[in-house]
């Protein structure tokens, strides 16, 4: 079928198109249904079938030929280290780690928070939770104490799991001080630790942090527990535009339905192929593309423990890829930016046979052009941007490769993916015509996969996404619709930036900041930067009478940011000034401090309060007045 006749098919008849996917899983009892709606209105995909999603990952597998095939390869040149995993053996290091997991109390629908670096434990500990019906939630550990500490009380998790450490390039981070700290900020004081011992980092157990690899050794094995599709599988957390992270809801049925049919409609990848998500199992990204989907799908999935550059050069990416004959490739543009920054030319391209390598894909921000353009140059590989979001756990709008291969248009995500019906709406909720920018919406229902609710919190769930424009879910991102059906993202309209494909909340940024006690009120709005798309910058008013000199007030603004949110935040620039512009109402002008601080052009709005003080912060970046 082609694009057009799967998308008219997922949009007119989606009960038939989504259970004729579903009948590609091995269901222990079928879904008779596709789409329900529970008490609060919430659109639930499969509701009745039963199931269970390690099972679909990895023992249908072993009963069905690739019991002895390449499921996970872990690839470390931080740890200096390569490890690989069959069906098998990735079935049954998950069958005891979820015996483990069982001994120490947890049950299907307990809560698992995990704080883990990129090891293969991280993979095995999320199918473990799986398969007791558990629900996991995995904290990045580029996240401080306290971004732990929040999600820690909201998921309030029987069991936390974690490793002695992180590496981070040459650097070792110790994650005990900070799981420490963040229970005792949670007033988690009792939750059992079970720590993955490495041998970077050394750790000394006791009644509550537990040794990870001894208790495994001494767990018997688990089964998969029959789960509900509509059952959760996992919480992730995601920056909204308040200090409190919302907790997407990922459910069993839709999830793995969607994971399997994107596999082999967006990706073009058969069973057996290998796919490498060049992430994070901190992100979505991770979560779906280097866990669940390949390995739901039949795939050989790597996890890839270090940098695009510097681990050891900027042909990392090439290596891998030629090393383990990876077929599709998904990165974010920043890590294709930061190589192309080391290798400009494309040099160290050139090492490596990359003849196994079909499709690049991209995703996590905008794909400049320029950058589309040097991967494809260099590489000389098709290269496929697709817009998603962890709401949607999958791609909204792409290329459907597995359907037919649409031409690329530069700045374009391509096109709506079957079962999104996409669409740009005006301020009243009206929609506009082709070419028209306005916020990008996506008509109820999501299709499977999607998050049916926020964790503990229906309420943030219909404020954030549902209320603005009733019938639609809210992106919060901005774009247009071309008079081909392309679809351009443009970036967010709300307070959330995206620093090296990392989404973060200036909002929480700035309750951070306004929490000194010498500032009086603060902005921090996202600005340019080359490589990482953008970083933070921060606009600082100072209480009057503080003794601190400026820099040492940025200085600490900087430290606290990063003890508090985390180094992934790269707040790292701040100006003192003596006022922040606003509209007479009071809102502070964040779209003329965007311009500004990226140099562009700006009309100073009409509603301004106070023209001087725009004057004034411009005087101050002419000079190069950021504090560092
Ligand atoms: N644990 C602890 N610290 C971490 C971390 C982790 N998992 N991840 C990042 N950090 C720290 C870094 O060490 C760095 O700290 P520093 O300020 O002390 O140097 C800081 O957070 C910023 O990290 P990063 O954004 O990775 O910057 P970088 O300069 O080290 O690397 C890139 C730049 C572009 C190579 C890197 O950002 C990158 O690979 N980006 C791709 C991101 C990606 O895949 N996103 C997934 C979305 S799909
Ligand atoms: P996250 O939830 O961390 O995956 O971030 C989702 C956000 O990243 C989206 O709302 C967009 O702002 C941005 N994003 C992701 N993919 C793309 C893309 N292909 N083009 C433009 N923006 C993107």
């Given at each position: 079928?082609?694009?057009?006749?799967?998308?008219?098919?997922?949009?007119?008849?989606?009960?038939?198109?989504?259970?004729?996917?579903?009948?590609?899983?091995?269901?222990?009892?079928?879904?008779?249904?596709?789409?329900?709606?529970?008490?609060?209105?919430?659109?639930?995909?499969?509701?009745?079938?039963?199931?269970?999603?390690?099972?679909?990952?990895?023992?249908?597998?072993?009963?069905?030929?690739?019991?002895?095939?390449?499921a996970l390869i872990?690839?470390?040149?931080?740890?200096?280290?390569?490890?690989?995993?069959?069906?098998?053996?990735?079935?049954?290091?998950?069958?005891?780690?979820?015996?483990?997991?069982?001994?120490?109390?947890?049950?299907?629908?307990?809560?698992?928070?995990?704080?883990?670096?990129?090891?293969?434990?991280?993979?095995?500990?999320?199918?473990?939770?799986?398969?007791?019906?558990?629900?996991?939630?995995?904290?990045?550990?580029?996240?401080?104490?306290?971004?732990?500490?929040?999600?820690?009380?909201?998921?309030?998790?029987?069991?936390?799991?974690?490793?002695?450490?992180?590496?981070?390039?040459?650097?070792?981070?110790?994650?005990?001080?900070?799981?420490?700290?963040?229970?005792?900020?949670?007033?988690?004081?009792?939750?059992?630790?079970?720590?993955?011992?490495?041998?970077?980092?050394?750790?000394?157990?006791?009644?509550?942090?537990?040794?990870?690899?001894?208790?495994?050794?001494?767990?018997?094995?688990?089964?998969?527990?029959?789960?509900?599709?509509?059952?959760?599988?996992?919480?992730?957390?995601?920056?909204?535009?308040?200090?409190?992270?919302?907790?997407?809801?990922?459910?069993?049925?839709?999830?793995?339905?969607?994971m399997?049919?994107s596999m082999?409609?967006?990706y073009n990848v058969k069973p057996g192929d290998v796919f490498w998500a060049a992430?994070?199992?901190?992100?979505?990204?991770?979560?779906s593309y280097i866990v669940y989907a390949p390995l739901i799908y039949g795939c050989t999935t790597i996890l890839?423990?270090?940098?695009?550059?510097?681990?050891?050069?900027?042909?990392?990416?090439?290596?891998?890829a030629?090393?383990h004959k990876v077929k599709v490739l998904f990165?974010?543009?920043?890590?294709?930016?930061?190589?192309?920054?080391?290798?400009?030319?494309?040099?160290?391209?050139?090492?490596?046979?990359?003849?196994?390598l079909q499709d690049?894909f991209?995703?996590?921000?905008?794909?400049?052009?320029?950058?589309?353009?040097?991967?494809?140059?260099?590489?000389?590989?098709?290269?496929?941007?697709?817009?998603?979001?962890?709401?949607?756990?999958?791609?909204?709008?792409?290329?459907?490769?597995?359907?037919?291969?649409?031409?690329?248009?530069?700045?374009?995500?391509?096109?709506?993916?079957?079962?999104?019906?996409?669409?740009?709406?005006?301020?009243?909720?009206?929609?506009?015509?082709?070419?028209?920018?306005?916020?990008?919406?996506?008509?109820?229902?999501?299709?499977?996969?999607?998050?049916?609710?926020?964790?503990?919190?229906?309420?943030?769930?219909?404020?954030?996404?549902?209320?603005?424009?009733?019938?639609?879910?809210?992106?919060?991102?901005?774009?247009?619709?071309?008079?081909?059906?392309?679809?351009?993202?443009?970036?967010?309209?709300?307070?959330?930036?995206?620093?090296?494909?990392?989404?973060?909340?200036?909002?929480?940024?700035?309750?951070?900041?306004?929490?000194?006690?010498?500032?009086?009120?603060?902005?921090?709005?996202?600005?340019?930067?080359?490589?990482?798309?953008?970083?933070?910058?921060?606009?600082?008013?100072?209480?009057?009478?503080?003794?601190?000199?400026?820099?040492?007030?940025?200085?600490?603004?900087?430290?606290?940011?990063?003890?508090?949110?985390?180094?992934?935040?790269?707040?790292?620039?701040?100006?003192?000034?003596?006022?922040?512009?606003?509209?007479?109402?009071?809102?502070?002008?964040?779209?003329?401090?965007?311009?500004?601080?990226?140099?562009?052009?700006?009309?100073?709005?009409?509603?301004?309060?106070?023209?001087?003080?725009?004057?004034?912060?411009?005087?101050?970046?002419?000079?190069?007045?950021?504090?560092?």
């Amino acid at each position: 079928m082609s694009y057009q006749q799967q998308a008219d098919h997922a949009k007119q008849q989606p009960e038939q198109f989504w259970l004729e996917q579903a009948q590609q899983l091995a269901w222990y009892s079928p879904p008779e249904q596709a789409l329900s709606q529970d008490e609060h209105g919430n659109y639930r995909w499969f509701k009745g079938g039963s199931m269970n999603t390690a099972y679909l990952a990895l023992d249908y597998h072993c009963e069905n030929g690739r019991a002895e095939q390449t499921a996970l390869i872990y690839d470390s040149p931080v740890a200096e280290q390569k490890q690989q995993f069959t069906y098998a053996q990735l079935r049954d290091e998950v069958s005891s780690t979820a015996g483990m997991l069982a001994a120490q109390g947890v049950t299907k629908g307990d809560r698992v928070v995990l704080y883990m670096p990129m090891i293969p434990q991280a993979a095995i500990a999320m199918l473990a939770c799986a398969r007791l019906g558990a629900i996991h939630s995995v904290v990045f550990g580029g996240f401080a104490a306290q971004e732990l500490a929040v999600r820690i009380d909201d998921a309030q998790p029987k069991v936390i799991l974690t490793a002695s450490c992180g590496l981070e390039g040459a650097k070792v981070i110790n994650y005990m001080p900070m799981v420490s700290l963040a229970l005792e900020q949670s007033q988690q004081m009792t939750t059992p630790v079970l720590v993955w011992q490495r041998p970077q980092q050394a750790v000394e157990f006791n009644q509550q942090y537990l040794d990870w690899q001894a208790l495994q050794q001494q767990a018997e094995p688990a089964d998969c527990v029959p789960v509900d599709a509509t059952d959760p599988l996992y919480i992730l957390y995601t920056s909204g535009t308040t200090g409190k992270p919302k907790g997407v809801v990922r459910d069993n049925g839709g999830h793995a339905v969607a994971m399997n049919y994107s596999m082999q409609a967006v990706y073009n990848v058969k069973p057996g192929d290998v796919f490498w998500a060049a992430s994070d199992v901190g992100w979505v990204v991770g979560h779906s593309y280097i866990v669940y989907a390949p390995l739901i799908y039949g795939c050989t999935t790597i996890l890839y423990e270090g940098k695009p550059v510097r681990t050891p050069d900027a042909g990392a990416f090439w290596r891998v890829a030629s090393e383990h004959k990876v077929k599709v490739l998904f990165a974010a543009p920043t890590a294709f930016r930061a190589i192309k920054k080391r290798d400009p030319d494309g040099a160290l391209v050139k090492d490596y046979d990359l003849s196994q390598l079909q499709d690049i894909f991209m995703a996590g921000e905008r794909l400049d052009p320029p950058t589309l353009e040097w991967t494809i140059n260099k590489t000389d590989k098709p290269v496929t941007d697709h817009w998603w979001q962890t709401e949607t756990g999958w791609a909204i709008a792409g290329n459907p490769l597995g359907l037919e291969r649409m031409p690329v248009k530069a700045g374009s995500a391509t096109k709506a993916l079957p079962g999104y019906q996409v669409t740009i709406l005006d301020e009243m909720g009206d929609e506009c015509g082709p070419m028209a920018q306005g916020f990008i919406a996506i008509k109820l229902p999501l299709p499977p996969g999607c998050l049916p609710t926020v964790w503990g919190d229906q309420a943030r769930f219909e404020s954030a996404y549902l209320k603005q424009f009733p019938g639609y879910y809210v992106s919060g991102d901005g774009g247009y619709i071309d008079e081909d059906d392309y679809l351009f993202v443009m970036g967010r309209i709300d307070d959330v930036i995206n620093v090296a494909g990392h989404r973060l909340s200036t909002g929480e940024m700035e309750e951070v900041v306004g929490a000194h006690p010498a500032v009086a009120e603060c902005a921090v709005i996202g600005s340019h930067d080359d490589l990482k798309g953008q970083v933070p910058f921060g606009l600082v008013v100072l209480k009057d009478g503080v003794q601190q000199s400026e820099q040492e007030v940025s200085k600490e603004l900087v430290q606290k940011v990063r003890n508090e949110i985390g180094p992934l935040a790269c707040f790292k620039q701040a100006i003192i000034v003596q006022r922040l512009p606003k509209t007479r109402s009071g809102k502070i002008l964040r779209r003329t401090l965007r311009q500004l601080a990226d140099g562009e052009e700006y009309a100073i709005p009409s509603t301004i309060d106070d023209p001087a003080s725009l004057g004034e912060i411009e005087e101050l970046m002419r000079q190069g007045r950021t504090m560092i």
